[in-house]
Every structure is written in structure tokens, then in C-alpha cells.
């Protein structure tokens, strides 16, 4: 009586399994290639990195989380890459908009978004 529940738990569980498991998330497309304090705000900065891996053409929207020593949230930010197409890489700078008061920040890809752009492929009949 038991086991029948339990064989659907586990039924299900591998077909989720196996049909995520070439999943991409677009945060895995996205580095922090610098990350630094404007000297003149004291704002924190984050240039990022994007190299799609999508197989269309997109734009990848960035938050980065701006931590202090103790990682703590200290201050985010939005950055954007339009139009990358897949195996090109494409930068932008995310800038903080409160002045740090540490020594250097840490920058955290927070959450990435990846949406597709230009013409939706329409089947051939």
C-alpha cells in the first residue's frame, strides 16, 4: 500500500530530473569582471561579463548585490546587454547609488533574465 504512493514520488521525480537536466539559468552566462569603488562617489561598480550560451539572440538584464566585509547586502544595481547573439560576449558596468563606506565592496550576480529578442521563428508548412 505504501510503495505505490512511493513510486509515483519517485516516477516523477525522475522524469523532472530528466527533462532538466540541460537546463541553463542566464546567471550562469554572467562573471563579475571587476568590481571596485568609484574613487571620486565612493559608489560601488561591477563590470560584468556576458557570454551567451542561449542558442537565439537576447537581452541578459543583471542585479548585482553589493556586500559589505560580513556579506551583507549593502546596495544593488541593474545592468543590461541587448541583443547578444549566442557565443558573443557583451559588458556592462553596474554602478551602486549609495556611497560605500568600506574598503571594496563585494559584487554578487544577484539574478539574471534572459529574454529573446528579434523575430519570433514561425514553422514552415
Do not use: W
Amino acid at each position: 500500500m505504501v510503495l505505490v504512493p512511493l513510486g509515483g514520488i519517485v516516477a516523477y521525480m525522475y522524469a523532472v530530473g530528466e527533462n532538466h537536466k540541460n537546463l541553463r539559468f542566464a546567471s550562469q552566462d554572467v562573471t563579475v569582471a571587476r568590481c571596485t569603488l568609484d574613487p571620486v562617489s565612493r559608489r560601488p561598480v561591477a563590470e560584468l561579463s556576458v557570454t551567451s550560451q542561449a542558442r537565439r539572440t537576447g537581452t541578459y538584464t543583471v542585479t548585482v548585490e553589493f556586500q559589505d566585509a560580513r556579506e551583507k547586502a549593502v546596495d544593488q544595481g541593474t545592468g543590461v546587454v541587448e541583443d547578444l547573439a549566442h557565443g558573443a560576449t557583451g559588458r556592462t558596468v553596474v554602478v551602486g547609488v549609495k556611497a560605500y563606506g568600506g574598503d571594496s565592496p563585494k559584487c554578487v550576480v544577484q539574478d539574471a533574465d534572459f529574454r529573446r529578442t528579434g523575430p519570433v521563428p514561425t514553422a514552415t508548412p
